[in-house]
């Protein structure tokens, strides 16, 4: 009784509402039409005066409108098919439908699609609970049976399936003689109607199988599929409250109704056909958000489901079947024909936007990569893995081939090519099931071990091909041929370096066959190489080859690096540099020029880095492993720089000669290093050569790299200070007696320890042009000290011995010192007069002060007799000639001057 009461409250409270609501619209049309009668007495009104101003204008035959104007000849005017606006309202879309050839245009969620619905849920919460209600009580007759289980489980079915069969009857009954979504009374109730039935039809459905086990399998699979067919007749009779009722409640039946089952798979189909059905009804009615929820709400269904229960085959079988329905049923061919902007235009801001059916597309490609990324990594078997990573690759395949028609579509493989790449590479990382299969038939040395990266590198190449395959059938758009063309291109390399890199498959295969995998890659890219190069379309055929012999020529030294010991290696990438350049003279493929970059910088890192300088000191390394090293990588770039001479590939010839010099200055050091070790003035000088190597290059780098060059630069040059001061403190010679000089005179450890840096640093100075002045000075200065302090340690050596910290300082030694300073300031003036450098004549000028200096207040002190006098007079003597040398420079260059002035004189006319 108490539930009696309160439904009759709650009817009574509904019915008051209700009739509150329908005064209210009465009183509103009620005063709408006094003003429509209002509106049209005072045209009427109006009409009659024209029609006096017309006849008085007759006899003159020119009759006047209102305004003063001759009458023309006006034609009705056409009536124009404005489609409905997106985001608006189902019942709006479906009236403005009819003034509009074709389906109207679909709408998506936005703000003011959920105000809308919000306000219509607002005033028509009744219909909504009804609808609510009578799907669940079909739910529930299904579960709890007919008064207390008195009626057996067939009848059971039986009785819900007429109680679904009664909803629609209803339902159909009330639109064919009130409508749908046309009339304010009945607006809504059939759609009600209907939808309850199709909830319960299929809640009955489902129970058969899953609470008595009354029908088969397949009986329980047909049934599903009968009724998902009704729901797509009465979707496309009926509005969009039905859709939104019958898949939010199919969906949803079977957890309401439980049971246990061992047909749980079932509900993967089941889940699919809801699929199917919601965006059949949407693809005629354009409704597009029955399309978004019809897919979100069986998607998160199924995915529960599986979560829950497992089942990876059917669940993949499931994604399958709802990916390809989301791509054929919106535009309602089997072949894509998506037109119109891409997603990704659209997220970069292009107008117009991507179009509802291929921003469908793009989701659920993303959620079917997504998900085979996860399937892979908790798989419970290898095997169940392998087949969430073949449908990533059928999605890639399909994407490729199956869409090229689609212009809207042309980047979507772009979602599964991550996804594959992904699996290849967080199997590894995460220790998923398909690596750790890998691990345990290596370490058993059984022949399945090496199946599946088989299985993937094949793949990868057909996916390559397909990629080629797509390249000339976008030619309308540069863009996308190029992408196609780069993904064609890395593709298949990028999985071989996955495994090369994360599985370490040359343990399973052996070094030899592994290299033939790697080899068959560069052998296809070869392939693309030659049909691009021979293919009729001229438009970035040059670029596009040079992307696949770049591919060919990575996958070659790949299988190199496989293969050859490190010294091999070094060689075989030298030989790859000279061919990348024979291959830029002969096909003229300017891009191929990175690669040869790339293969440049790798060999600098094998000689300086790894294994580089530290492998050559070594005293285990042969002497004939370090001189083919080397000299045979000289020889080799010294055959590449001669190529590049004749060929105007400047960036190419600096690269080139930048790794030469730097290598042949590293094998300098190494070679010095291993006849005399433990000397840090020799990795002052490496580091200094990577530092200038680096400045060499920053004019042709581009922006973001040229920073990162100039970071690299200054590491090295901190490393280098860092290391030359060890032999100028901890280790000098002069200052601690533990440090004695070893070696013959001038070929001594004095000269190993600061004579390679300052060389490094004068050439760089000389011949580096892009230093900047105060660099270039910089550089000049610390090279020339630590040039005198060597011929400063060599000159007291000659007079004190190995010994160099001994105290005092013997007038012949002084004097010494003098001499010295005065042949280097001739040098320098010499140098000036060839180079016509006004300042480093200043220098060399300042430097013979400092001596005169240096003569007048240390030498004269300790001179007595016959010495102090003939030193004088070599002094003088010396001076004299400096200053005459000068002054001729002087008197040179001021002729030079005065006959570049006058170019007329000497017959020069």
């Given at each position: 009784?108490?539930?009696?009461?309160?439904?009759?409250?709650?009817?009574?409270?509904?019915?008051?509402?209700?009739?509150?609501?329908?005064?209210?619209?009465?009183?509103?049309?009620?005063?709408?039409?006094?003003?429509?009668?209002?509106?049209?007495?005072?045209?009427?009104?109006?009409?009659?005066?024209?029609?006096?101003?017309?006849?008085?204008?007759?006899?003159?035959?020119?009759?006047?409108?209102?305004?003063?104007?001759?009458?023309?000849?006006?034609?009705?005017?056409?009536?124009?098919?404005?489609?409905?606006?997106?985001?608006?309202?189902?019942?709006?879309?479906?009236?403005?439908?009819?003034?509009?050839?074709?389906?109207?245009?679909?709408?998506?969620?936005?703000?003011?699609?959920?105000?809308?619905?919000?306000?219509?849920?607002?005033?028509?919460?009744?219909?909504?609970?009804?609808?609510?209600?009578?799907?669940?009580?079909?739910?529930?007759?299904?579960?709890?049976?007919?008064?207390?289980?008195?009626?057996?489980p067939v009848w059971r079915v039986v009785g819900a399936l007429a109680l679904g069969a009664l909803m629609i009857a209803v339902g159909e009954a009330i639109r064919r003689r009130y409508g749908d979504e046309r009339t304010a009374s009945t607006a809504a109730l059939p759609s009600v109607f209907a939808g309850a039935g199709l909830v319960t039809l299929f809640s009955a459905v489902?129970?058969?199988?899953?609470?008595?086990?009354?029908?088969?399998?397949?009986?329980?699979?047909?049934?599903?599929?009968?009724?998902?067919?009704?729901?797509?007749?009465?979707?496309?009779?009926?509005?969009?409250?039905?859709?939104?009722?019958?898949?939010?409640?199919?969906?949803?039946?079977?957890?309401?109704?439980?049971?246990?089952?061992?047909?749980?798979?079932?509900?993967?189909?089941?889940?699919?056909?809801?699929?199917?059905?919601?965006?059949?009804?949407?693809?005629?009615?354009?409704?597009?958000?029955?399309?978004?929820?019809?897919?979100?709400?069986?998607?998160?269904?199924?995915?529960?489901?599986?979560?829950?229960?497992?089942?990876?085959?059917?669940?993949?079988?499931?994604?399958?079947?709802?990916?390809?329905?989301?791509?054929?049923?919106?535009?309602?061919?089997?072949?894509?024909?998506?037109?119109?902007?891409?997603?990704?235009?659209?997220?970069?801001?292009?107008?117009?936007?991507?179009?509802?059916?291929?921003?469908?597309?793009?989701?659920?490609?993303?959620?079917?990569?997504?998900?085979?990324?996860?399937?892979?990594?908790?798989?419970?078997?290898?095997?169940?893995?392998?087949?969430?990573?073949?449908?990533?690759?059928?999605?890639?395949?399909?994407?490729?081939?199956?869409?090229?028609?689609?212009?809207?579509?042309?980047?979507?493989?772009?979602?599964?090519?991550?996804?594959?790449?992904?699996?290849?590479?967080?199997?590894?990382?995460?220790?998923?099931?398909?690596?750790?299969?890998?691990?345990?038939?290596?370490?058993?040395?059984?022949?399945?071990?090496?199946?599946?990266?088989?299985?993937?590198?094949?793949?990868?190449?057909?996916?390559?091909?397909?990629?080629?395959?797509?390249?000339?059938?976008?030619?309308?758009?540069?863009?996308?041929?190029?992408?196609?063309?780069?993904?064609?291109?890395?593709?298949?390399?990028?999985?071989?370096?996955?495994?090369?890199?994360?599985?370490?498959?040359?343990?399973?295969?052996?070094?030899?066959?592994?290299?033939?995998h790697i080899l068959a890659i560069a052998a296809v890219m070869t392939v693309l190489t030659d049909r691009t190069l021979r293919s009729g379309d001229a438009n970035q055929r040059q670029l596009r080859a040079a992307l696949f012999a770049i591919a060919a020529l990575s996958m070659l030294a790949l299988a190199l690096f496989v293969v050859l010991t490190q010294t091999a290696l070094?060689?075989?990438?030298?030989?790859?540099?000279?061919?990348?350049?024979?291959?830029?003279?002969?096909?003229?493929?300017?891009?191929?020029?990175?690669?040869?970059?790339?293969?440049?910088?790798?060999?600098?890192?094998?000689?300086?880095?790894?294994?580089?300088?530290?492998?050559?000191?070594?005293?285990?390394?042969?002497?004939?492993?370090?001189?083919?090293?080397?000299?045979?990588?000289?020889?080799?770039?010294?055959?590449?720089?001669?190529?590049?001479?004749?060929?105007?590939?400047?960036?190419?010839?600096?690269?080139?000669?930048?790794?030469?010099?730097?290598?042949?200055?590293?094998?300098?050091?190494?070679?010095?290093?291993?006849?005399?070790?433990?000397?840090?003035?020799?990795?002052?000088?490496?580091?200094?050569?990577?530092?200038?190597?680096?400045?060499?290059?920053?004019?042709?780098?581009?922006?973001?790299?040229?920073?990162?060059?100039?970071?690299?630069?200054?590491?090295?040059?901190?490393?280098?200070?860092?290391?030359?001061?060890?032999?100028?403190?901890?280790?000098?010679?002069?200052?601690?007696?533990?440090?004695?000089?070893?070696g013959p005179a001038i070929f001594d450890s004095l000269a190993l320890s600061y004579l390679p840096l300052a060389a490094v640093l004068a050439i760089g100075a000389w011949k580096i042009d892009t230093l900047g002045r105060r660099l270039r000075i910089a550089f000049t200065c610390v090279s020339s000290l630590l040039a005198g302090f060597y011929v400063a340690c060599e000159i007291?050596?000659?007079?004190?011995?190995?010994?160099?910290?001994?105290?005092?300082?013997?007038?012949?030694?002084?004097?010494?010192?003098?001499?010295?300073?005065?042949?280097?300031?001739?040098?320098?003036?010499?140098?000036?007069?060839?180079?016509?450098?006004?300042?480093?004549?200043?220098?060399?000028?300042?430097?013979?002060?400092?001596?005169?200096?240096?003569?007048?207040?240390?030498?004269?002190?300790?001179?007595?007799?016959?010495?102090?006098?003939?030193?004088?007079?070599?002094?003088?003597?010396?001076?004299?000639?400096?200053?005459?040398?000068?002054?001729?420079?002087?008197?040179?260059?001021?002729?030079?001057?005065?006959?570049?002035?006058?170019?007329?004189?000497?017959?020069?006319?």
């Amino acid at each position: 009784m108490t539930s009696v009461f309160w439904l009759l409250v709650i009817l009574l409270v509904a019915f008051a509402m209700s009739h509150s609501r329908v005064r209210s619209r009465l009183k509103k049309l009620e005063d709408q039409q006094q003003r429509t009668h209002q509106r049209l007495e005072l045209l009427e009104r109006q009409a009659q005066g024209d029609a006096e101003q017309n006849l008085a204008a007759v006899a003159d035959g020119t009759e006047k409108t209102p305004t003063g104007k001759p009458v023309e000849s006006v034609e009705p005017p056409a009536v124009e098919t404005v489609a409905p606006p997106e985001g608006a309202p189902p019942a709006e879309a479906e009236k403005s439908s009819s003034a509009v050839k074709g389906p109207p245009r679909a709408f998506v969620f936005t703000g003011e699609v959920m105000r809308q619905f919000t306000q219509w849920l607002r005033q028509n919460w009744t219909i909504a609970l009804a609808a609510l209600s009578l799907a669940l009580g079909g739910v529930f007759m299904v579960q709890y049976g007919v008064e207390n289980g008195l009626l057996t489980p067939v009848w059971r079915v039986v009785g819900a399936l007429a109680l679904g069969a009664l909803m629609i009857a209803v339902g159909e009954a009330i639109r064919r003689r009130y409508g749908d979504e046309r009339t304010a009374s009945t607006a809504a109730l059939p759609s009600v109607f209907a939808g309850a039935g199709l909830v319960t039809l299929f809640s009955a459905v489902l129970a058969a199988r899953l609470l008595y086990g009354l029908v088969s399998p397949e009986t329980t699979l047909a049934g599903l599929v009968l009724v998902s067919i009704l729901a797509v007749a009465l979707g496309w009779l009926y509005g969009s409250v039905l859709s939104a009722v019958g898949i939010i409640g199919a969906t949803a039946a079977p957890f309401l109704v439980g049971g246990e089952s061992e047909s749980g798979w079932l509900f993967f189909y089941y889940f699919a056909f809801i699929a199917i059905a919601g965006l059949a009804v949407d693809s005629v009615k354009r409704w597009a958000w029955v399309s978004a929820v019809v897919l979100i709400a069986t998607s998160s269904a199924a995915t529960l489901l599986y979560v829950a229960t497992g089942g990876l085959i059917h669940y993949t079988a499931f994604l399958a079947l709802s990916w390809l329905a989301s791509v054929t049923i919106p535009v309602q061919s089997f072949v894509p024909t998506h037109a119109g902007q891409t997603v990704l235009a659209t997220l970069a801001g292009l107008r117009p936007r991507a179009d509802f059916p291929t921003r469908v597309v793009a989701a659920m490609t993303l959620f079917v990569s997504a998900a085979g990324i996860y399937l892979s990594l908790e798989a419970p078997s290898a095997t169940e893995a392998t087949v969430a990573f073949l449908l990533v690759a059928l999605v890639l395949g399909a994407t490729l081939i199956w869409m090229h028609r689609a212009e809207a579509l042309k980047d979507i493989p772009l979602l599964p090519t991550a996804a594959f790449l992904a699996v290849l590479a967080l199997q590894a990382v995460e220790y998923g099931p398909l690596f750790a299969q890998f691990l345990a038939m290596r370490e058993a040395a059984t022949t399945p071990a090496t199946s599946f990266i088989t299985l993937a590198l094949v793949l990868s190449a057909v996916a390559s091909i397909m990629a080629f395959w797509r390249m000339p059938r976008s030619a309308d758009d540069a863009r996308a041929a190029l992408g196609f063309a780069l993904g064609a291109a890395t593709f298949a390399p990028a999985s071989a370096f996955i495994f090369q890199f994360l599985w370490s498959p040359a343990a399973a295969f052996g070094d030899y066959l592994w290299s033939l995998h790697i080899l068959a890659i560069a052998a296809v890219m070869t392939v693309l190489t030659d049909r691009t190069l021979r293919s009729g379309d001229a438009n970035q055929r040059q670029l596009r080859a040079a992307l696949f012999a770049i591919a060919a020529l990575s996958m070659l030294a790949l299988a190199l690096f496989v293969v050859l010991t490190q010294t091999a290696l070094t060689l075989a990438l030298g030989v790859v540099v000279i061919l990348t350049i024979w291959l830029d003279r002969r096909f003229d493929l300017a891009l191929i020029g990175i690669f040869t970059k790339v293969a440049l910088a790798i060999i600098a890192f094998r000689l300086i880095a790894s294994p580089g300088f530290f492998w050559a000191v070594r005293s285990t390394t042969p002497w004939l492993a370090f001189i083919e090293a080397y000299g045979g990588t000289l020889a080799l770039l010294y055959v590449g720089w001669r190529l590049t001479v004749s060929r105007a590939r400047l960036s190419v010839q600096a690269a080139i000669e930048t790794a030469t010099w730097t290598i042949a200055a590293v094998f300098a050091c190494a070679l010095l290093q291993r006849l005399v070790p433990d000397e840090p003035g020799l990795l002052a000088a490496v580091m200094a050569i990577a530092m200038l190597a680096q400045i060499n290059r920053l004019p042709t780098t581009g922006r973001w790299l040229r920073i990162f060059r100039a970071a690299l630069a200054v590491l090295f040059g901190l490393v280098a200070t860092a290391l030359i001061a060890v032999p100028l403190t901890v280790t000098n010679p002069v200052l601690f007696r533990l440090n004695p000089v070893a070696g013959p005179a001038i070929f001594d450890s004095l000269a190993l320890s600061y004579l390679p840096l300052a060389a490094v640093l004068a050439i760089g100075a000389w011949k580096i042009d892009t230093l900047g002045r105060r660099l270039r000075i910089a550089f000049t200065c610390v090279s020339s000290l630590l040039a005198g302090f060597y011929v400063a340690c060599e000159i007291r050596r000659f007079w004190r011995g190995n010994d160099l910290s001994v105290p005092g300082v013997t007038q012949p030694e002084l004097y010494s010192y003098t001499i010295a300073l005065v042949i280097i300031c001739a040098v320098l003036l010499l140098i000036s007069f060839s180079r016509h450098s006004h300042a480093l004549r200043k220098v060399a000028m300042a430097a013979t002060g400092l001596t005169i200096a240096k003569v007048f207040l240390v030498d004269i002190s300790g001179l007595e007799g016959l010495l102090r006098v003939v030193s004088f007079i070599g002094l003088g003597l010396a001076l004299a000639g400096l200053g005459w040398l000068d002054r001729a420079m002087n008197q040179r260059w001021n002729r030079m001057s005065d006959k570049a002035e006058t170019p007329g004189e000497g017959g020069d006319l």
